[in-house]
């Protein structure tokens, strides 16, 4: 028995091997993807980078813009290292996970980072619940 749970966790950490973990507070907003099964963060794109934050018009806090253009170098980084498809698997986000945790007023900086790294040929793999309150209506 306890084979076939040591199998089936680590058959689940392979499946979900790249997540996308997302850091937002009021003045900046970082976003990695991170490798499950080596813990080790494989691609990352943050306000705090001068060249990021030199291009855009901030001031003393990030809006749904910044968000979107982290997303769009996460999305190019991603492609550098050869990880858009993520194996083949794609890039998981439990977009519940992370409004819940960023707080309400920020789930639109989760959902523009989320669609821009879409837009920009990401395989993104969504883990949230069809009654999901947090997601937008298209």
Known sequence: MTQFIVW???RMTVLKRY???LFISLK???A???DRNNGRIVATASTVEHSIKNSLECGRSCNAKAATVI???LAMRLKVEGLEQGQGRGIHVDVNKEV???GFKNRT???AVVNAL???GVKVVLEDNEDNPSRPSF
């Open 8 to 10: 089936e966790l680590k």
């Open 19 to 21: 997540v996308l973990r």
């Open 28 to 30: 900046y907003i970082t």
């Open 32 to 34: 990695n993807v991170v």
């Open 71 to 73: 997303g769009e170098v």
């Open 100 to 102: 819940e945790k960023k």
């Open 109 to 111: 900086k989760v959902w």
């Open 118 to 120: 879409k837009n920009h």
